[in-house]
């Protein structure tokens, strides 16, 4: 389907204030590129960018073997902690009538707040940071707004927690960046005060491109395009893996076709990306699962597998990813500058790993783990679970809202 699918009632961005993106900053125009386009030095680049399938098609059963010694079936354990029994008496509960929810009990979170102290506690030293400046809030979904469940069809938001989501996009620039597909996110979330970025940030929707206050030809910046929504709202569309699209239909009704055996399996087409899930599977079945996947990716050098939360993501090989979506919008927002901005990042997957490192590095905002067992970050600050995701957000708009009285009675007096 064709950038124009953009004409959609889904998204109705409420900020228009923008800029241009800087091209070369982002790297728009040589890291989208396959990376057998790149260096050809690099290790990743061998025939990696070809976007149709190499080869005659290998058997989907394929040599076990393939899986363990590449470290697969390490990785989908790694990223599948054990389920532990829900607190009694938890407010999870109110979250999802289900008793299919991952959650665990106080000591491991407490051993994880030893190196990512609780955002709740610290919430002082993050304000004190984003004092006199602008907050921008980036927000994964699944385990972060939703909790995670057996089925990703019913990962459904509480409405406490859309009304308090609502709220944060009225006061600050808010986004979702998701591994769902950009429908599929706001079909779950349904706020058109919010922007969205589906595919791990490989389908943007946000405001309008422009450069001092004249608007800038799209047709200079690859995979972007200006329109407006069916509510009149101009918007631009970022797409930099369209070229994959046909590739990327082409594997998943493969992964249907080859999965469909195995018990508990459920193949997702997000547009961008293929999610294969492996979370109601036995685990003695995981190897298969995961050879099959592997032996599928061999006859598609443009595509790589990443590990989520008993989730295999097929994605296109390509230098983009939910931190390069962050600077994205941070840029179309006129919110790049890292003395006058503070970023606010919160998610709980692998791949807001990526968004994690760039404000990091940057020394710009922070970014916040959701997650209730120890693992490695490159986040600053982790809150347990959804309950608690929601829980900050409140105090973020608490604190908003005496800062704006604040400012409202010292205007007042200067008046008077």
């Given at each position: ?6 004409n ?6 409420v900020?228009?204030e ?31 960018g070809?976007?149709?399938r ?5 058997s ?12 697969w ?18 407010v999870?509960n109110?979250?999802?009538?289900s ?8 000591e ?7 190196d990512?102290?609780?955002a709740?506690?610290?919430f ?18 699944d ?15 509480s409405?406490?927690m859309r ?7 009225r006061c600050?620039?808010?986004?979702i960046i998701?591994?769902r597909s950009?429908?599929?996110v706001?079909d779950?979330v349904?706020?058109?005060e ?8 490989m389908d943007?929707i ?21 329109s407006?929504?069916?509510q009149?709202n101009?918007?631009?569309?970022f ?5 994959f ?19 508990g ?14 979370r109601n599977v036995?685990?003695n079945?995981?190897?298969?699962i995961?050879q099959?996947?592997h ?16 989730v295999l ?5 390509i230098d983009?990813?939910k ?8 840029e ?12 606010i ?10 968004a ?9 905002g ?11 970050s490159?986040a ?16 973020l708009l608490?604190w ?5 009285t ?5 205007q007042?007096k200067?008046?008077?």
């Amino acid at each position: 389907m064709g950038p124009m699918e953009l004409n959609s009632s889904h998204v109705s961005p409420v900020l228009t204030e923008s800029v241009a993106v800087n091209k070369s900053r982002l790297g728009i125009h040589s890291s989208l590129l396959p990376y057998s386009q790149q260096d050809s030095s690099s290790p990743l680049s061998p025939a990696a960018g070809k976007l149709s399938r190499t080869g005659s098609r290998k058997s989907a059963a394929g040599n076990i073997d393939d899986v363990r010694f590449n470290g697969w079936l390490d990785a989908m354990k790694a990223s599948s902690p054990p389920r532990k029994k829900i607190l009694k008496g938890s407010v999870i509960n109110t979250l999802l009538p289900s008793s299919n929810i991952e959650y665990d009990n106080n000591e491991d979170y407490h051993s994880l707040t030893v190196d990512y102290p609780s955002a709740i506690e610290c919430f002082g030293n993050i304000i004190g940071r984003a004092k006199n400046k602008r907050v921008a809030v980036f927000l994964d979904y699944d385990g972060t707004l939703s909790p995670i469940v057996d089925d990703p069809d019913c990962a459904f938001m509480s409405d406490p927690m859309r009304e308090t989501v609502g709220s944060v996009g009225r006061c600050f620039p808010t986004a979702i960046i998701s591994g769902r597909s950009r429908d599929n996110v706001y079909d779950l979330v349904k706020l058109t005060e919010l922007y969205y970025a589906g595919s791990h940030g490989m389908d943007i929707i946000g405001p309008p491109l422009r450069h001092n206050n004249n608007d800038v030809s799209t047709n200079n910046l690859p995979n972007c395009v200006n329109s407006t929504d069916h509510q009149g709202n101009q918007i631009t569309l970022f797409q930099p893996a369209t070229q994959f699209l046909p590739i990327i239909d082409e594997v998943f009704r493969t992964l249907v076709e080859i999965t469909k055996d195995i018990r508990g399996a459920k193949v997702e087409n997000h547009k961008f990306c293929v999610s294969v899930h492996y979370r109601n599977v036995e685990e003695n079945n995981w190897t298969i699962i995961g050879q099959r996947v592997h032996d599928v990716l061999k006859n598609y050098p443009g595509l790589r597998s990443t590990h989520g939360r008993k989730v295999l993501e097929i994605r296109p090989v390509i230098d983009w990813n939910k931190g390069k979506a962050v600077l994205f919008l941070l840029e179309s927002l006129d919110l790049n500058d890292k003395d006058d901005v503070f970023p606010i990042y919160i998610g709980d997957d692998k791949t807001d790993e990526d968004a994690f490192k760039i404000l990091r590095e940057s020394n710009r905002g922070c970014g916040i783990l959701v997650s209730s067992v120890m693992k490695e970050s490159s986040a600053s600050y982790s809150l347990r679970d959804p309950n608690q995701v929601m829980e900050f957000l409140q105090l973020l708009l608490n604190w908003n809202h005496k800062r704006e009285t604040k400012h409202f009675n010292k205007q007042i007096k200067v008046k008077v």
